[in-house]
Structures are given as structure tokens and as C-alpha cells.
């Protein structure tokens, strides 16, 4: 009787399962027709002409935005951006450009090393005046870069005006595959470690990564800073292939696992590692994702390398491209990102019926979960650091002078003469302003009338309206105008407190003028806090060692 009920049962359940599979197709059958008859008569009958790539492109996207933001629509005209973003190539000269809104011209802002801008003669600061004939006042950035970009082996004619001889220029340049170098700066330094800074992952930095860590050990590398600060990810093989330098062949690195079984993948290395002992540093922030997620997390998972810095995005998902009619294609999530431990780095719930927003997991539904050690670890959500170490942040006027319109018109002229007179300058690792040229730069700050919010005095205003609102001000006002005297901004004083912060953003432009990004990534590890501090652990066996130290099996239980 009871193997009759069972089988009573699991037939009812079967037949529910039929029932709401033919109930779903029915829905998305129904509302395709509704959407079909809507678009029909909107063509056939609106007041004006639709263009149809318009007005469905449109609706496609606002059906994806209603699932998570990597789901993407990449129409036909869309496929040179998509290319891309998957290889990280594309057509051009090799420059990073700006908009002067003072000047309302785009101007060269920083030509990569080794690519058609640099080797013509382009430098920083130079005002792109017309392409092949074609005036570009007024165009913006993106309008500049269409024309700038093109077919590889097109050569055109760039005028340009270069501020420090006030003498227009005419280069003859060839558009070539640009790709931005996946590793931007890596060696010795002084203490003996080295130090990669990898920025993407895209193909072949895997090989690029390994090849480094061959030569700094043949240098006599004692530990590795492997920085991923910062770093959006790319291709899921090539972080395999960046773990392979330091665990053995054929280890479970990260699995992808879904709705649709067949594409449910292992991800294993396939060769034999470079290191498998020497200590290793991965340094992470908020703007680590994906890729980088996977690398320092199965170091984590698998107690290879010590994770520093603050937690990282929680980028888990996969995608997908999936060719559609019409030389079209959509990038689609198929999985989710499961790493060795077994969790999932993906940091968001995307509550699909609620038009697709997004809810973080809370850390009191976060799941445990062990390393290879036993070492306690939490799923749901990013890779936290075994050691946290937060960067300093940036001041108020510093960031003022770095980001804002006008200021950075200030900034950006300062640096622009500064090249000017100086030919050379001293080395990457070496280069620092002088106090006679902050001097100078802080002249043309006072003199400019540079406005910024002071926050102090932005939270004083806050705290009076509460304390207003609450009935306490009447009593405390003497306090509240004799600290409102002494918060009153002092444009020198905080030139002059926070000269340190103010003179990093300076070098670290001028430089890059001068020895592209591997010299600007150099001069910023003289005063990194967070690289200072990886060093410093790695200089420190014993601290490094019981950071990895294996956890008693009692407690790892747990």
C-alpha cells in the first residue's frame, strides 16, 4: 500500500510539473502575441513614423534591465564595441583623450607606449584641432574617438596645437590594433619582492603573468605582491591560467553552474605551476571583479596566498554570447562563479519581479564555509580580505582639484607647462615635485579663485539644523558661531595640510607624460599604503605562515 501511495504521488507530482511547464510556455507564448499585435499597430497606426531598430531595440533593453546588468543587447552597428569589450582590442591610435571645457576642444590626455600616437610624436596636452580635414571644435569626446578610430592600416591626417610652442602640427598616422597592455608594470623592488600589477584579464595575460614570475625569480625574487586593485576581470580561462602559476596541475580552480546542465563547466589547471611555496600577497579593493575574484579567491580557498586590502565587488555570474538573426547578439547569464570551497562569490540578489533591483545578502544569512585548511571562510558575496587594509582617503580639496570641471582645467595646465620646461625628469621611481613647484602650483590656485566644500562646515550646517529642529541650538549657539570662526576654509592652510595627497595626483600625471603607465604605476608604490603594508607581511614569515596556518579539525568543523 505504501509503494502504491508513493507511486500515486510522484505521478500527481509529474503531472504538476507537465501542468505548469505547459502553463509557462502558454504565458510566453501569449505574451509574445500581445507583444507582436502592439508592435503591429503602432506601426500601422501611430501619428508619426517609427523606426523600428528604435522602438525595439528599446523594448529588448528594457526587458533585460528587468534581470541583472551583465544580460546585454548588442545590435549589428553595436559589434565593434562588443569586440572590444571581449578582447580588449580595437583600431586606433593608441591615446587616452579628454574634454578642455575651458578650451571646448578634445586634446591628447595620455598616448600608450609603444602605439601609433607615442611613436608619431603626439604628447599630453596637445589639442586635437581637425581630422583629416574635418573640424572638431566643439565634438566631444565621443565624437572625436569615432573619427579616430577605424579600419587597421588607414592612415589620416591629425592637426593638432601644442600649448607649450603655441605651433599647430600636422602628423601623418597609421590606425593599428590597439590593445592596452594587461600588465601595465611588474618587478624587483628594493626590499627584494616583486610586484605585478595586473589589469585586466584579458587573452594571453596568463602566459604574460607567468613569463614575469619566471624572470623576477630567476632575479632572485624572495614573495609576490600580486595586485588586482581595481581590476574588472575578463576572461575566466586566464584567471585558471594566473592560479596555475602557483598551485599544481590539474586542481579544481572554479565551476560554473546554472539552469541549462550541458553548460555547466570545471575549470582545472592544466599545467604545471611556476611556485608552489613562495609567498604570495593579492592585494583587492571594492573594484576587483569577476576574474579577479576567481584568482584571489581559490588562492584563498586553496591557503596559497594571503588576501589584503577591503572586500571586492561580488561579481559571481557568467555570460554567455548567443548569436541572434540579423549579425546580432546578446551576452546572456547562464551561471553563476562557484570557487573551491564551494561558494558562490556572487554578492547581489537580483529580485527578477521587481523590475529588476538589486538587494545585497546580509552578512546574517551569509553561509560558511572552510579552505583547503579548514580555515573559515564566508560565501555570499565578494572575497574578504584575511587582512584588511583600508587606503587613505582622499581629501576634500584634492579631489576637488582632480575631478571637478573647472579645477581639473587647473590642474591639467599646471602639468602642461610643467612638461614644457622640462625635457626629462628623474626616474619613475624617483620623481617628485619640488617644494618650489608645489609652490608655484599653489600660487596659480590661490590666484585662480578655486572654490571647493569645505565638509567640516558642510557637517557643522548639517548638525545646527538638527540641533535647531531638536531645541538645543538657542543654548548652544556661542559655541556653534565661535566653531563656525575657527572652520571658516582657509584655501592656503589646506593647500599646505594636504600637500602630500594634492602632489601624488600631480606626479603620478607628469610621469605618465614621461614613462607611460608602468612609470606612473611605479611612482605610486613610493607612498601606497596598502602595497607598503603587503610588503611588510611578506617581510614577516612568521605573521604571513599563521595567516595560512592550518585550523584545528575540531574547529573547522564547526
Same mark, same amino acid.
Given at each position: 500500500?505504501?509503494?502504491?501511495?508513493?507511486?500515486?504521488?510522484?505521478?500527481?507530482?509529474?503531472?504538476?510539473?507537465?501542468?505548469?511547464?505547459?502553463?509557462?510556455?502558454?504565458?510566453?507564448?501569449?505574451?509574445?502575441?500581445?507583444?507582436?499585435?502592439?508592435?503591429?499597430?503602432?506601426?500601422?497606426?501611430?501619428?508619426?513614423?517609427?523606426?523600428?531598430?528604435?522602438?525595439?531595440?528599446?523594448?529588448?533593453?528594457?526587458?533585460?534591465?528587468?534581470?541583472?546588468?551583465?544580460?546585454?543587447?548588442?545590435?549589428?552597428?553595436?559589434?565593434?564595441?562588443?569586440?572590444?569589450?571581449?578582447?580588449?582590442?580595437?583600431?586606433?591610435?593608441?591615446?587616452?583623450?579628454?574634454?578642455?571645457?575651458?578650451?571646448?576642444?578634445?586634446?591628447?590626455?595620455?598616448?600608450?607606449?609603444?602605439?601609433?600616437?607615442?611613436?608619431?610624436?603626439?604628447?599630453?596636452?596637445?589639442?586635437?584641432?581637425?581630422?583629416?580635414?574635418?573640424?572638431?571644435?566643439?565634438?566631444?569626446?565621443?565624437?572625436?574617438?569615432?573619427?579616430?578610430?577605424?579600419?587597421?592600416?588607414?592612415?589620416?591626417?591629425?592637426?593638432?596645437?601644442?600649448?607649450?610652442?603655441?605651433?599647430?602640427?600636422?602628423?601623418?598616422?597609421?590606425?593599428?590594433?590597439?590593445?592596452?597592455?594587461?600588465?601595465?608594470?611588474?618587478?624587483?623592488?628594493?626590499?627584494?619582492?616583486?610586484?605585478?600589477?595586473?589589469?585586466?584579464? *584579458?587573452? /594571453?595575460?596568463?602566459?604574460?603573468?607567468?613569463? #614575469?614570475?619566471?624572470?623576477?625569480? =630567476?632575479?632572485?625574487? @624572495? !614573495? +609576490? %605582491?600580486?595586485?588586482?586593485?581595481?581590476?574588472?576581470?575578463?576572461?575566466?580561462?586566464?584567471?585558471?591560467?594566473?592560479?596555475?602559476?602557483?598551485?599544481?596541475?590539474?586542481?579544481?580552480?572554479?565551476?560554473?553552474?546554472?539552469?541549462?546542465?550541458?553548460?555547466?563547466?570545471?575549470?582545472?589547471?592544466?599545467?604545471?605551476?611556476?611556485?608552489?611555496?613562495?609567498?604570495?600577497?593579492?592585494?583587492?579593493?571594492?573594484?576587483?571583479?569577476?576574474?579577479?575574484?576567481? *584568482?584571489? /579567491?581559490?588562492?584563498?580557498?586553496?591557503?596559497? #596566498?594571503?588576501?589584503?586590502?577591503? =572586500?571586492?565587488?561580488? @561579481? !559571481? +555570474? %557568467?555570460?554567455?554570447?548567443?548569436?541572434?538573426?540579423?549579425?546580432?547578439?546578446?551576452?546572456?547569464?547562464?551561471?553563476?562563479?562557484?570557487?573551491?570551497?564551494?561558494?558562490?562569490?556572487?554578492?547581489?540578489?537580483?529580485?527578477?519581479?521587481?523590475?529588476?533591483?538589486?538587494?545585497?545578502?546580509?552578512?546574517?544569512?551569509?553561509?560558511?564555509?572552510?579552505?583547503?585548511?579548514?580555515?573559515?571562510?564566508?560565501?555570499?558575496?565578494?572575497?574578504?580580505?584575511?587582512?584588511?587594509?583600508?587606503?587613505?582617503?582622499?581629501?576634500?580639496?584634492?579631489?576637488?582639484?582632480?575631478?571637478?570641471?573647472?579645477?581639473?582645467? +587647473? %590642474?591639467?595646465?599646471?602639468?602642461?607647462?610643467?612638461?614644457?620646461?622640462?625635457?626629462?625628469?628623474?626616474?619613475?621611481?624617483?620623481?617628485?615635485?619640488?617644494?618650489?613647484?608645489?609652490?608655484?602650483?599653489?600660487?596659480?590656485?590661490?590666484?585662480?579663485?578655486?572654490?571647493?566644500?569645505?565638509?567640516?562646515?558642510?557637517?557643522?550646517?548639517?548638525?545646527?539644523?538638527?540641533?535647531?529642529?531638536?531645541?538645543?541650538?538657542?543654548?548652544?549657539?556661542?559655541?556653534?558661531?565661535?566653531?563656525?570662526?575657527?572652520?571658516?576654509?582657509?584655501?592656503?592652510?589646506?593647500?599646505?595640510?594636504?600637500?602630500?595627497?594634492?602632489?601624488?595626483?600631480?606626479?603620478?600625471?607628469?610621469?605618465?607624460?614621461?614613462?607611460?603607465?608602468?612609470?606612473?604605476?611605479?611612482?605610486?608604490?613610493?607612498?601606497?599604503?596598502?602595497?607598503?603594508?603587503?610588503?611588510?607581511?611578506?617581510?614577516?614569515?612568521?605573521?604571513?605562515?599563521?595567516?595560512?596556518?592550518?585550523?584545528?579539525?575540531?574547529?573547522?568543523?564547526?
Amino acid at each position: 500500500m505504501r509503494k502504491l501511495i508513493m507511486a500515486v504521488t510522484l505521478w500527481l507530482a509529474a503531472i504538476g510539473a507537465v501542468a505548469q511547464n505547459d502553463d509557462h510556455n502558454f504565458d510566453v507564448a501569449k505574451n509574445l502575441d500581445i507583444l507582436n499585435a502592439i508592435y503591429k499597430n503602432l506601426d500601422m497606426m501611430y501619428v508619426d513614423t517609427l523606426n523600428p531598430d528604435e522602438v525595439v531595440g528599446n523594448a529588448i533593453n528594457s526587458m533585460l534591465q528587468g534581470l541583472d546588468p551583465y544580460t546585454v543587447y548588442y545590435p549589428e552597428d553595436k559589434q565593434k564595441d562588443l569586440k572590444m569589450m571581449l578582447t580588449g582590442k580595437y583600431a586606433g591610435i593608441g591615446a587616452l583623450i579628454r574634454y578642455n571645457y575651458k578650451l571646448g576642444r578634445v586634446c591628447i590626455d595620455e598616448p600608450y607606449e609603444n602605439m601609433p600616437a607615442a611613436e608619431v610624436g603626439l604628447r599630453k596636452g596637445d589639442i586635437i584641432l581637425s581630422i583629416d580635414g574635418e573640424d572638431m571644435t566643439k565634438k566631444n569626446n565621443d565624437y572625436v574617438s569615432e573619427h579616430l578610430r577605424g579600419e587597421s592600416g588607414t592612415t589620416f591626417e591629425l592637426k593638432i596645437l601644442r600649448p607649450s610652442t603655441k605651433k599647430n602640427m600636422k602628423f601623418k598616422v597609421t590606425r593599428r590594433i590597439i590593445q592596452l597592455p594587461s600588465i601595465p608594470y611588474y618587478g624587483i623592488q628594493a626590499n627584494g619582492f616583486g610586484y605585478l600589477n595586473l589589469y585586466s584579464f *584579458t587573452e /594571453g595575460c596568463g602566459k604574460e603573468v607567468r613569463n #614575469a614570475i619566471i624572470e623576477m625569480k =630567476k632575479n632572485g625574487m @624572495k !614573495g +609576490l %605582491v600580486l595586485d588586482l586593485r581595481g581590476n574588472g576581470g575578463g576572461s575566466e580561462m586566464e584567471a585558471v591560467n594566473v592560479v596555475n602559476c602557483f598551485v599544481p596541475k590539474g586542481q579544481l580552480v572554479v565551476s560554473n553552474r546554472g539552469k541549462v546542465k550541458r553548460m555547466n563547466h570545471d575549470y582545472k589547471t592544466t599545467v604545471e605551476p611556476v611556485d608552489t611555496v613562495m609567498p604570495v600577497v593579492v592585494l583587492v579593493n571594492g573594484s576587483s571583479a569577476s576574474a579577479s575574484e576567481i *584568482t584571489s /579567491g581559490a588562492l584563498q580557498d586553496l591557503d596559497r #596566498a594571503v588576501v589584503m586590502g577591503t =572586500k571586492t565587488y561580488g @561579481k !559571481g +555570474l %557568467v555570460q554567455t554570447m548567443v548569436d541572434l538573426p540579423y549579425n546580432a547578439q546578446m551576452k546572456l547569464t547562464t551561471n553563476k562563479y562557484y570557487i573551491p570551497s564551494g561558494r558562490c562569490i556572487q554578492k547581489v540578489t537580483y529580485r527578477h519581479g521587481n523590475g529588476g533591483s538589486a538587494e545585497a545578502v546580509a552578512d546574517s544569512v551569509v553561509e560558511g564555509f572552510h579552505t583547503a585548511n579548514g580555515r573559515p571562510v564566508k560565501g555570499g558575496g565578494g572575497i574578504e580580505p584575511e587582512v584588511v587594509v583600508k587606503p587613505d582617503s582622499l581629501p576634500n580639496i584634492t579631489y576637488y582639484l582632480a575631478a571637478m570641471r573647472d579645477s581639473d582645467e +587647473l %590642474v591639467h595646465t599646471f602639468e602642461i607647462d610643467y612638461i614644457a620646461k622640462h625635457p626629462t625628469i628623474a626616474p619613475a621611481s624617483e620623481f617628485a615635485l619640488t617644494d618650489a613647484d608645489y609652490e608655484e602650483f599653489k600660487q596659480r590656485v590661490l590666484n585662480s579663485h578655486f572654490k571647493y566644500d569645505a565638509m567640516s562646515a558642510k557637517s557643522l550646517d548639517d548638525l545646527e539644523k538638527l540641533a535647531k529642529f531638536e531645541g538645543y541650538y538657542d543654548d548652544a549657539k556661542a559655541e556653534f558661531d565661535a566653531l563656525r570662526k575657527k572652520l571658516k576654509p582657509n584655501l592656503a592652510k589646506d593647500l599646505d595640510f594636504n600637500k602630500e595627497s594634492i602632489c601624488e595626483i600631480l606626479n603620478n600625471d607628469i610621469v605618465a607624460a614621461y614613462y607611460y603607465q608602468r612609470g606612473a604605476v611605479q611612482n605610486t608604490l613610493r607612498t601606497d599604503k596598502q602595497v607598503k603594508a603587503a610588503f611588510a607581511l611578506l617581510a614577516d614569515a612568521e605573521r604571513y605562515q599563521q595567516l595560512l596556518k592550518p585550523q584545528p579539525k575540531d574547529k573547522a568543523k564547526n
